[in-house]
């Protein structure tokens, strides 16, 4: 079991800048594959970023691309988003995701663990 908890959501005009952070409890996941996706209202959720907990890979949407960043730090055992330039259309519930290892993958039902998500709203 894996246990995942976000952080850092809130407010923030257009072309500010948020960390959003998954603090990753519970079993061995070093070879897990770590996903951040959003979900805006009346949308479906959408991937944004994933990399493999062993840092070895990481995959963005295009219109995040040269925008976000996702990291991890293993000392800390926490998977950070790091959100510069932000857009209104950037406005979701932002969860972080993960699975026992294969591939990185943008699909949300290929993920085992989910956070509870926190709220961005990017003002215009």
């Known amino acids: 079991q894996v246990q995942l908890v976000e952080s850092g959501g809130g407010l923030a005009q257009a072309g500010g800048s948020l960390r959003l952070s998954c603090a990753v409890s519970?079993?061995?996941?070093?070879?897990?594959?770590m996903g951040w996706f959003r979900q805006a209202p009346g949308k479906e959720r959408e991937f944004v970023a994933a990399?493999?907990?062993?840092?070895?890979?990481?995959s963005y949407t295009d219109s995040v691309k040269g925008r976000f960043t996702i990291s991890r730090d293993n000392t800390k055992n926490t998977l950070y988003l790091q959100m510069n330039n932000l857009k209104p259309e950037d406005t979701a519930v932002y969860s972080c995701?993960?699975?026992?290892?294969?591939?990185?993958?943008?699909?949300?039902?290929?993920?085992?663990?989910w956070g509870q998500g926190t709220q961005v709203t990017v003002s215009s």
């Open positions: 990399m493999r907990w062993s840092g070895d890979s990481t």
């Open positions: 519970g079993r061995t996941f070093f070879y897990y594959a």
């Open positions: 995701a993960a699975k026992p290892g294969g591939p990185l993958t943008a699909t949300p039902r290929a993920y085992d663990y």
